[in-house]
């Protein structure tokens, strides 16, 4: 048994032309609790900067660059987990307790599994989070998003919801699709 959703991704309104059309984001939850997550970027892929191929390993910074993203909170908590995913295959885990407040280092959860493909007219960015990688409930609120780069290193910021002045994934208001254990 399953449960999954598929979500369109929004361009924050005052980011600058984009040569991305449409990103949308295929979310399953596993009967084990596993999460699996496909981003499909659609337009032309030709125009964005996207990072080569690298050993799978934990990188600071990949927000600054094309990269897929996924904030994970319990309802009625305001701690989260943001996971970034990047087409190189590296990837970062953050914990925070509340908006933008860091969590002590604890535990490092297991490694995300990333697989990306480049199409002519796409890019396809597959990710496999274990269920040990996500905050224990029956019910998770995720907010999904992308950082957009393009070859001059413009950057554009696409989410489910985008409910501050200013791009900001962090914000609790942007988690708004709630996924229960099947």
């Given at each position: 048994?399953?449960?999954?959703?598929?979500?369109?991704?929004?361009?924050?309104?005052?980011?600058?032309?984009?040569?991305?059309?449409?990103?949308?984001?295929?979310?399953?939850?596993?009967?084990?609790?596993?999460?699996?997550?496909?981003?499909?970027?659609?337009g032309n892929v030709?125009?964005?900067?996207?990072?080569?191929?690298?050993?799978?390993?934990?990188?600071?910074?990949?927000?600054?660059?094309?990269?897929?993203?996924?904030?994970?909170?319990?309802?009625?908590?305001?701690?989260?987990?943001?996971?970034?995913?990047?087409?190189?295959?590296?990837?970062?885990?953050?914990?925070?307790?509340?908006?933008?407040?860091?969590?002590?280092?604890?535990?490092?959860?297991?490694?995300?599994?990333?697989?990306?493909?480049?199409?002519?007219?796409?890019?396809?960015?597959?990710?496999?989070?274990?269920?040990?990688?996500?905050?224990?409930?029956?019910?998770?609120?995720?907010?999904?998003?992308?950082?957009?780069?393009?070859?001059?290193?413009?950057?554009?910021?696409w989410a489910l919801?985008?409910?501050?002045?200013?791009?900001?994934?962090?914000?609790?208001?942007?988690?708004?699709?709630?996924?229960?254990?099947?």
């Amino acid at each position: 048994m399953t449960a999954s959703a598929t979500a369109q991704l929004r361009l924050y309104p005052a980011s600058p032309p984009c040569p991305i059309d449409a990103i949308a984001v295929s979310v399953c939850r596993e009967d084990g609790g596993r999460l699996r997550l496909r981003f499909e970027l659609v337009g032309n892929v030709q125009r964005v900067a996207i990072p080569g191929p690298r050993a799978a390993r934990m990188a600071d910074g990949l927000w600054a660059h094309t990269c897929c993203e996924t904030f994970v909170g319990l309802p009625g908590s305001p701690a989260y987990r943001e996971f970034n995913f990047s087409p190189s295959g590296e990837w970062a885990i953050y914990d925070f307790d509340a908006y933008r407040k860091r969590s002590a280092p604890g535990i490092v959860p297991p490694a995300p599994f990333i697989a990306s493909r480049l199409e002519t007219d796409r890019l396809v960015l597959d990710v496999t989070l274990d269920t040990a990688a996500l905050p224990q409930g029956s019910a998770l609120e995720l907010g999904l998003t992308t950082v957009v780069e393009t070859l001059d290193g413009t950057l554009s910021y696409w989410a489910l919801h985008h409910p501050g002045a200013r791009p900001d994934f962090h914000l609790r208001d942007a988690f708004t699709l709630t996924l229960a254990r099947p």
